[in-house]
Protein backbone atom coordinates (compact mmCIF):
# COMPACT_ATOMS: atom_id res chain seq x y z
CA UNK A 1 0.00 0.00 0.00
CA UNK A 2 1.34 3.50 -1.02
CA UNK A 3 1.87 5.40 2.02
CA UNK A 4 0.56 8.64 2.70
CA UNK A 5 3.99 10.53 2.41
CA UNK A 6 4.41 9.19 -1.06
CA UNK A 7 1.18 10.39 -2.48
CA UNK A 8 2.04 13.80 -1.06
CA UNK A 9 5.12 13.89 -2.81
CA UNK A 10 3.66 13.14 -5.85
CA UNK A 11 0.80 15.32 -5.48
CA UNK A 12 3.37 18.47 -4.64
CA UNK A 13 5.91 17.32 -7.27
CA UNK A 14 5.44 20.26 -10.16
CA UNK A 15 5.34 22.51 -6.91
CA UNK A 16 8.85 21.39 -5.99
CA UNK A 17 9.84 21.33 -9.64
CA UNK A 18 8.88 25.30 -9.69
CA UNK A 19 10.83 25.85 -6.53
CA UNK A 20 14.45 24.28 -7.86
CA UNK A 21 13.53 26.34 -11.04
CA UNK A 22 13.08 29.51 -8.92
CA UNK A 23 15.74 32.15 -9.98
CA UNK A 24 16.32 32.40 -5.99
CA UNK A 25 17.16 29.09 -5.76
CA UNK A 26 19.14 28.98 -8.73
CA UNK A 27 21.24 31.86 -7.66
CA UNK A 28 21.70 30.80 -4.49
CA UNK A 29 23.16 27.47 -5.82
CA UNK A 30 25.59 29.05 -8.59
CA UNK A 31 26.65 32.06 -4.85
CA UNK A 32 25.38 34.66 -7.85
CA UNK A 33 22.23 35.30 -5.70
CA UNK A 34 22.48 39.82 -4.41
CA UNK A 35 23.24 39.71 -1.02
CA UNK A 36 20.04 41.66 -0.40
CA UNK A 37 17.86 39.15 -1.40
CA UNK A 38 19.59 36.82 0.57
CA UNK A 39 19.55 39.11 3.70
CA UNK A 40 16.08 39.39 3.08
CA UNK A 41 15.03 36.28 3.25
CA UNK A 42 17.19 35.64 6.49
CA UNK A 43 15.04 38.74 8.51
CA UNK A 44 11.92 36.89 7.41
CA UNK A 45 13.42 33.46 7.70
CA UNK A 46 14.06 33.96 11.17
CA UNK A 47 10.43 35.68 11.91
CA UNK A 48 8.63 32.87 10.62
CA UNK A 49 10.89 30.29 12.45
CA UNK A 50 9.57 32.38 15.83
CA UNK A 51 6.30 31.35 14.90
CA UNK A 52 6.95 28.08 13.57
CA UNK A 53 8.47 26.86 16.90
CA UNK A 54 5.81 27.63 18.72
CA UNK A 55 3.84 25.77 16.18
CA UNK A 56 5.45 22.49 16.59
CA UNK A 57 5.25 23.24 20.30
CA UNK A 58 1.87 23.27 20.07
CA UNK A 59 1.27 19.88 18.03
CA UNK A 60 3.73 18.31 20.44
CA UNK A 61 1.28 19.46 23.81
CA UNK A 62 -1.37 17.70 21.55
CA UNK A 63 0.10 14.98 21.03
CA UNK A 64 -0.45 11.39 23.03
CA UNK A 65 2.35 9.37 21.71
CA UNK A 66 5.70 9.94 24.33
CA UNK A 67 7.78 9.38 21.60
CA UNK A 68 6.30 11.66 19.19
CA UNK A 69 6.23 14.22 21.63
CA UNK A 70 9.65 14.17 22.75
CA UNK A 71 10.24 14.30 18.59
CA UNK A 72 8.27 17.37 18.10
CA UNK A 73 9.94 19.13 21.03
CA UNK A 74 13.20 18.31 19.68
CA UNK A 75 12.29 19.98 16.22
CA UNK A 76 11.05 23.19 18.28
CA UNK A 77 14.47 23.23 20.09
CA UNK A 78 17.33 21.51 18.63
CA UNK A 79 16.64 22.05 15.20
CA UNK A 80 15.05 25.90 15.46
CA UNK A 81 18.37 26.51 17.55
CA UNK A 82 20.50 25.28 14.09
CA UNK A 83 18.39 27.42 12.16
CA UNK A 84 18.88 30.63 14.21
CA UNK A 85 22.46 30.37 15.26
CA UNK A 86 22.82 29.90 10.84
CA UNK A 87 20.95 33.50 10.86
CA UNK A 88 23.14 35.33 13.28
CA UNK A 89 26.38 33.87 11.07
CA UNK A 90 24.44 35.07 8.32
CA UNK A 91 23.03 38.36 10.00
CA UNK A 92 26.49 39.54 10.86
CA UNK A 93 28.30 38.52 7.43
CA UNK A 94 25.76 41.21 6.05
CA UNK A 95 25.48 45.19 6.32
CA UNK A 96 21.94 45.75 4.69
CA UNK A 97 19.95 47.49 6.94
CA UNK A 98 16.30 45.37 6.62
CA UNK A 99 12.98 46.25 8.23
CA UNK A 100 12.07 43.31 10.82
CA UNK A 101 8.33 43.65 10.16
CA UNK A 102 6.65 40.51 8.46
CA UNK A 103 6.23 40.54 5.02
CA UNK A 104 2.87 39.78 3.61
CA UNK A 105 3.67 36.02 2.55
CA UNK A 106 5.59 35.47 5.49
CA UNK A 107 2.49 36.80 8.11
CA UNK A 108 0.66 34.86 5.34
CA UNK A 109 2.42 31.47 6.12
CA UNK A 110 2.44 31.98 10.00
CA UNK A 111 -1.06 32.61 9.88
CA UNK A 112 -2.07 29.83 7.97
CA UNK A 113 0.14 27.03 10.35
CA UNK A 114 -1.21 28.80 13.42
CA UNK A 115 -4.81 28.24 11.94
CA UNK A 116 -4.45 24.44 11.12
CA UNK A 117 -3.20 24.02 14.70
CA UNK A 118 -5.78 26.51 16.16
CA UNK A 119 -8.96 25.05 14.25
CA UNK A 120 -8.19 21.93 12.33
CA UNK A 121 -7.42 18.35 13.47
CA UNK A 122 -3.80 18.03 14.73
CA UNK A 123 -3.33 15.50 11.55
CA UNK A 124 -3.53 18.72 9.53
CA UNK A 125 -1.75 20.56 11.51
CA UNK A 126 1.29 18.08 11.65
CA UNK A 127 0.85 17.75 7.41
CA UNK A 128 0.37 21.32 7.42
CA UNK A 129 4.52 22.00 9.05
CA UNK A 130 5.70 19.07 6.90
CA UNK A 131 6.93 21.04 3.66
CA UNK A 132 9.13 23.44 6.11
CA UNK A 133 11.02 20.15 6.82
CA UNK A 134 10.84 17.72 3.22
CA UNK A 135 10.94 20.65 1.25
CA UNK A 136 14.23 22.44 2.41
CA UNK A 137 16.15 19.45 2.89
CA UNK A 138 15.17 17.93 -0.74
CA UNK A 139 16.18 21.77 -2.09
CA UNK A 140 19.95 21.32 0.32
CA UNK A 141 20.34 18.10 -1.65
CA UNK A 142 19.34 19.38 -4.66
CA UNK A 143 21.89 21.76 -4.66
CA UNK A 144 24.34 20.06 -3.01
CA UNK A 145 24.18 17.69 -5.99
CA UNK A 146 23.77 19.95 -8.98
CA UNK A 147 26.47 22.68 -7.87
CA UNK A 148 28.86 24.26 -9.95
CA UNK A 149 30.47 27.03 -7.99
CA UNK A 150 33.29 26.88 -5.30
CA UNK A 151 33.81 28.96 -2.42
CA UNK A 152 29.91 30.01 -2.46
CA UNK A 153 29.21 32.57 0.06
CA UNK A 154 26.17 30.62 0.58
CA UNK A 155 27.57 27.46 1.05
CA UNK A 156 27.04 26.77 5.03
CA UNK A 157 23.10 27.71 4.55
CA UNK A 158 23.49 24.76 1.56
CA UNK A 159 25.34 22.25 4.24
CA UNK A 160 22.65 22.65 6.60
CA UNK A 161 19.82 21.91 5.19
CA UNK A 162 21.53 18.92 2.86
CA UNK A 163 23.31 17.53 6.02
CA UNK A 164 22.61 14.27 7.55
CA UNK A 165 21.73 15.93 10.87
CA UNK A 166 18.47 17.38 9.62
CA UNK A 167 17.92 14.49 7.21
CA UNK A 168 17.39 12.46 10.55
CA UNK A 169 15.00 15.09 11.62
CA UNK A 170 12.78 15.31 8.18
CA UNK A 171 12.60 11.70 8.55
CA UNK A 172 11.39 11.38 11.82
CA UNK A 173 8.70 14.21 10.82
CA UNK A 174 7.41 11.82 7.49
CA UNK A 175 7.64 9.07 9.15
CA UNK A 176 4.86 10.43 11.92
CA UNK A 177 3.12 11.80 9.28
CA UNK A 178 2.51 8.61 7.53
CA UNK A 179 1.68 7.01 11.44
CA UNK A 180 -0.94 8.99 12.18
CA UNK A 181 -2.33 9.37 8.54
CA UNK A 182 -2.73 5.58 9.05
CA UNK A 183 -4.68 5.52 11.91
CA UNK A 184 -7.39 8.17 10.80
CA UNK A 185 -9.83 8.52 8.39
CA UNK A 186 -10.10 8.68 4.41
CA UNK A 187 -11.75 12.39 5.18
CA UNK A 188 -8.43 13.74 7.55
CA UNK A 189 -6.14 12.25 5.29
CA UNK A 190 -7.41 14.45 2.22
CA UNK A 191 -7.26 17.49 4.50
CA UNK A 192 -3.84 16.21 5.50
CA UNK A 193 -2.89 16.60 1.85
CA UNK A 194 -4.66 19.61 1.08
CA UNK A 195 -2.83 21.38 4.34
CA UNK A 196 0.57 19.82 2.73
CA UNK A 197 -0.05 21.28 -0.92
CA UNK A 198 -1.06 24.88 0.27
CA UNK A 199 1.94 24.80 2.64
CA UNK A 200 3.96 23.41 -0.28
CA UNK A 201 2.67 26.79 -2.38
CA UNK A 202 3.65 28.59 0.33
CA UNK A 203 7.20 27.40 0.32
CA UNK A 204 7.59 28.97 -3.16
CA UNK A 205 6.22 32.00 -2.46
CA UNK A 206 8.52 32.56 0.62
CA UNK A 207 10.92 32.09 -1.59
CA UNK A 208 9.94 34.55 -4.69
CA UNK A 209 9.02 37.10 -1.94
CA UNK A 210 12.51 37.09 -0.76
CA UNK A 211 13.69 37.20 -4.53
CA UNK A 212 11.34 40.03 -5.12
CA UNK A 213 12.05 41.82 -1.86
CA UNK A 214 8.69 42.23 -1.04
CA UNK A 215 6.96 45.10 0.64
CA UNK A 216 3.45 46.34 1.61
CA UNK A 217 2.25 48.86 -0.63
CA UNK A 218 0.58 50.91 1.76
Not at 50 to 55: D, E, L
Not at 68 to 75: A, T, V
Request: glycine share 4%; with cysteine.
Amino acid sequence: MTKWSEHAWETIQPIYNKIVEHPFITELKEGTLPEEKFAYYIQQDALYLANFGKVLSGIASKLSDAEHIQDFLGFSTGTIMVEKALHKTFIQSFSVNISTEKSPSCMLYTNYLQTQLAAHPLEVAIAAVLPCFWIYKEVGDYILATQTATNNKYQTWIDTYGGEEFANSVTKAIEISDYIALKTTKDIQKQMLDAFTTASKMEWLFWDSAYQLESWRI
